[in-house]
C-alpha cells in the first residue's frame, strides 16, 4: 500500500522570497516520487521525479526536491518565487516498476504568489 | 499546439443522461490514461490502454462506464446514466514509455462534467 500527504493546502508567499510545498508518504517499498504542476486551464505538466538515484533532484523552472527516506518525506522547494510559479502543485508516489496505474496522487498544495 | 487534446471542455448535464468525452492523445504515444479528478483531490486513475488493448481498470469505474481506443489514436470515455456523484474534472494522458521510472505522462486541460 501507498499514500501521500501534502501537509499545506494552501501556502502563500512574497515573490523573490523562497517556496517550501511539504510531501510526506507511505510506501510498501522503495518508491519512485514526483511533483506535478497544474495551472489553471492547463493539462498537469511534470516538475521533477525520484527514481533511487540521486537524492536532490533538480526539476523544471528552477525547482528541486530533496528523498529523505528516514523522514519519508520528499519536499519542493525553490531559492525565489516568480509570479508565474502560482498554481496547483502535486505530490505523486508510485511503485518503483509498473505503469502510470501506479500513481498515488496527493490533495494538492495551491501555491500563491503575491507582489 | 501537439498536445493532448480533450474535447468537450466543460460538459453540463442532467441525472440520467448519456455523456461521451474524446481524448486525442500526442500522435506517437502508444499509452493513454484516463483519471478522474474531484473537488480538493489529486487525480485518481479509471483505465489506461496500450494501443488499442485496455489493459487495466480501476474499482471507480463502474458498470455504467465504458472506455475505448479503436484504432490505437484516440480514446472516448462514455458515462451511461450519470449521477450526480459523477460530477468531476475528467483527464486524459499520453506516453510513450513503458514503467514508471521512464514514464513521462503528458496531461490534456480536462473535460469537467456537471451533472444537475
Known amino acids: 500500500a501507498q499514500s501521500v500527504t501534502q501537509l499545506d493546502s494552501h501556502v502563500s508567499v512574497s515573490e523573490g522570497t523562497p517556496v517550501l510545498l511539504r510531501c510526506n508518504y507511505s510506501?510498501?517499498?522503495?518508491?519512485?516520487l514526483f511533483w506535478y504542476v497544474q495551472h489553471p486551464n492547463k493539462g498537469l505538466q511534470l516538475l521533477l521525479k525520484?527514481?533511487?538515484?540521486?537524492?536532490l533532484v533538480k526539476g523544471i523552472n528552477g525547482f528541486e526536491a530533496e528523498f529523505k527516506k528516514s523522514e519519508t518525506s520528499f519536499h519542493l522547494t525553490k531559492p525565489s518565487a516568480h509570479m508565474s510559479d502560482a498554481a496547483e502543485y502535486f505530490c505523486?508516489?508510485?511503485?518503483?516498476?509498473?505503469?502510470?496505474?501506479?500513481?498515488?496522487f496527493g490533495t494538492g498544495t495551491r501555491l500563491q504568489v503575491t507582489l | 499546439d501537439t498536445g493532448v487534446s480533450q474535447d468537450p471542455r466543460h460538459k453540463i448535464t442532467k441525472r440520467g443522461q448519456n455523456v461521451t468525452f474524446r481524448c486525442d492523445p500526442i500522435?506517437?504515444?502508444?499509452?493513454l490514461y484516463w483519471y478522474r479528478q474531484t473537488l480538493g483531490q489529486g487525480p485518481e486513475f479509471l483505465t489506461y490502454?496500450?494501443?488499442?488493448?485496455?489493459?487495466?481498470k480501476s474499482r471507480l469505474l463502474s458498470d455504467r462506464f465504458s472506455a475505448e481506443r479503436p484504432k490505437g489514436s484516440f480514446s472516448t470515455l462514455e458515462i451511461q446514466r450519470t449521477e450526480q456523484g459523477d460530477s468531476a474534472m475528467y483527464l486524459c494522458?499520453?506516453?510513450?514509455?513503458?514503467?514508471?521510472?521512464?514514464?513521462?505522462?503528458?496531461f490534456g486541460s480536462g473535460t469537467q462534467l456537471s451533472v444537475l
Open positions: 494522458a499520453s506516453t510513450s514509455r513503458g514503467g514508471v521510472q521512464g514514464e513521462k505522462l503528458f
Open positions: 510506501s510498501s517499498y522503495s518508491p519512485s
Open positions: 525520484y527514481t533511487s538515484a540521486a537524492t
Open positions: 505523486v508516489v508510485s511503485e518503483p516498476t509498473g505503469t502510470a496505474s501506479k500513481l498515488t
Open positions: 500522435s506517437e504515444h502508444n499509452r
Open positions: 490502454f496500450q494501443n488499442e488493448a485496455q489493459l487495466e
